[in-house]
């Protein structure tokens, strides 16, 4: 058993010394310090850019609200019922819409995971060349390849975490939570819809609106240019993009609550 392994070993640091383009560690294996994978920057800034976004949403449904009602009526009790009544009936309705479209992308992810446990475990063979081959497809020569691979693949569950990782570009281990988006985008929707809310509260019925107005638009323009930023868009013609199509939303429900308004009176 002993000169198996022994041969074992001298075959693969053969391959590994047939390499093209392989280079001999630096340092001993021994020396090498195992890190555990950290969760991955983009499932990271998806969250941050959903929040974000949430909190855009509350800021532009609610001022619409607000502004159309006070286009309607001076009176602060309508106000405040109409802008509570839409907090938490947007912050509700966006936790319900994420709730329902994460569980969704859960099950593809968890179908995708189960199909790739299916493959491993009716022919481990044939998943691992499968492995190898899209590992040096990546630009590893076909012998390290084949040796990664069949060092991921000595264990079925690292063997499972590879074949997910490689191939379909995910963690097996971070599925997004269903509950979590919706608590979040909730809460983030809520956040964004109390600056209009106090804004068009807190100001002398005369001033109001205008307030309002200046309060949505900078805080559109933080947000626009933190979501540009994050997606590594031009910052400028997003910002500008989202202040621009805030406002007008506040025009126009303004101008309908003023025609109502009218009308009633």
Not at 36 to 48: E, R
Not at 59 to 64: D, M, N, Q, R, Y
Not at 66 to 91: E, H, N, P, Q, Y
Not at 114 to 132: M, V, Y
Request: aromatic content about 4%.
């Amino acid at each position: 058993m002993n000169q198996l392994k022994t041969q074992t070993a001298t075959s693969e640091l053969n391959l590994l010394d047939s390499c093209e383009g392989c280079e001999r560690f630096p340092v001993q294996p021994e020396d090498l310090v195992e890190i555990a994978p950290a969760g991955t920057m983009t499932s990271k800034l998806n969250w941050l850019r959903a929040g974000v976004l949430g909190a855009n949403d509350g800021i532009v449904s609610t001022a619409g609200l607000v502004v159309g009602v006070a286009g309607a009526t001076t009176d602060t009790k309508a106000l405040l019922f109409s802008g509570i009544a839409g907090l938490v009936a947007g912050a509700l309705s966006m936790a319900a819409g994420e709730y329902v479209s994460v569980s969704t992308q859960r099950d593809a992810e968890r179908a995708a995971i189960d199909g790739q446990r299916r493959e491993i475990t009716e022919d481990p063979d044939a998943a691992q060349r499968q492995l190898a081959g899209i590992i040096a497809g990546r630009g590893v020569s076909r012998a390290l390849a084949y040796l990664t691979a069949r060092e991921l693949s000595r264990d079925p569950k690292t063997a499972l975490d590879a074949h997910v990782h490689y191939e379909l570009n995910m963690d097996a281990d971070e599925l997004t939570s269903p509950i979590q988006a919706a608590f979040a985008s909730m809460l983030s929707f809520a956040l964004g819809a109390i600056l209009p809310l106090l804004a068009i509260l807190l100001t002398p019925t005369k001033w109001a609106v205008i307030v309002t107005a200046i309060v949505v638009t900078v805080a559109l323009a933080i947000t626009g240019s933190v979501s540009a930023k994050l997606g590594g868009a031009p910052i400028l013609r997003a910002t500008i993009r989202v202040v621009l199509w805030g406002n007008i939303a506040m025009i126009v429900t303004y101008w309908i609550g003023t025609l109502v308004g009218g009308f009633a009176a």
